[in-house]
């Protein structure tokens, strides 16, 4: 699903790559956990990964896009195929959680048909039934995180990248946040997540991949935190 090939990414006005030469293979349906220090690359590999940023070398692949090698007008579609959740949630203010969800089909030049079928089967699904018409602002952070995910998977993506999606938040509604990815994963969804939390990678026991000075240090199946 994800093809990563002696990619090297340096800014412009950095000392060092941020990224140097990894190599990395995620199956369709993995749940990989990219961990690591502050500044050791992770976010710079999600942005690799969603064509925010391109690679001074190296190939990516995801699906079977190239995505190093993608027409530029082809790019926003490319994004949109891909669900992202991120820790400050990123709702619409002005939106409800149902207009939200619906929002990401919208743009996909979906029907307000499908809309109406499929925005309150997801939000039932994350648990939010009976808040769909809620404002973001009407809604605690955990249950804005879940119409977030919401958000992400109704266009059912082949990929989830997830940018510390419980950072925001407290223990117990970590939790609750990281049994829905599961469940979305068991559908088939990869899922890339990058995290500090300990606690959650070493509960889920999923791969691991520990990334350290813009490298690859360690990647391990049903990894913990270290
Ligand atoms: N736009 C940029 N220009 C220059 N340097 C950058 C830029 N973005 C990131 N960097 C540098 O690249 C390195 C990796 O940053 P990155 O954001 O990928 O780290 P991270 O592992 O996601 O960190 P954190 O856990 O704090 O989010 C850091 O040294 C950072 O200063």
């Known amino acids: 699903m994800i093809q990563l090939e002696g990619v090297t990414k340096h800014y412009p006005r950095s000392n060092r790559p941020s ?14 956990f990219f961990i690591g220090p502050t500044g050791a690359g992770k976010s ?9 940023e391109v ?42 959680a149902a207009e939200n969800v619906a929002f990401a089909l919208e743009v996909i030049g979906k029907p307000r048909s499908v809309a109406r079928r499929v925005v309150p ?6 648990g939010l039934g009976g808040k769909e018409h809620r404002y973001p602002h009407e809604l ?19 990929l989830l990248l997830a940018d510390e999606p419980t950072g925001n938040l407290d223990p117990d509604t ?19 997540m990058v995290t500090h939390d ?7 026991r999923r791969r691991v991949i520990e990334v350290e000075n813009g490298q690859i240090v360690r990647d391990q199946s049903r990894g913990v935190y270290g």
């Open 44 to 52: 710079t590999i999600i942005k690799l990964l969603l064509r925010e």
């Open 55 to 96: 690679p001074d070398k190296g190939k990516i692949a995801v699906g079977d896009i190239d995505v190093t090698k993608l027409r530029r007008w082809k790019v926003p579609a490319y994004r949109r195929s891909i669900g992202c959740v991120f820790q400050d949630f990123r709702l619409l203010p002005n939106r409800t």
């Open 121 to 126: 089967e997801v939000l039932e699904l994350v």
């Open 140 to 158: 605690s952070g955990g249950e804005q995180q879940r119409v977030a995910v919401a958000r992400a998977f109704v266009n059912r993506p082949l």
């Open 174 to 192: 970590s939790i609750e946040i990281m049994r829905l990815l599961d469940r979305i994963s068991r559908t088939g969804t990869t899922i890339v």
């Open 198 to 204: 300990s606690n959650i990678v070493n509960q889920m």
């Open 19 to 32: 990224v140097e030469d990894i190599n990395v293979f995620i199956d369709k349906g993995e749940f990989v």
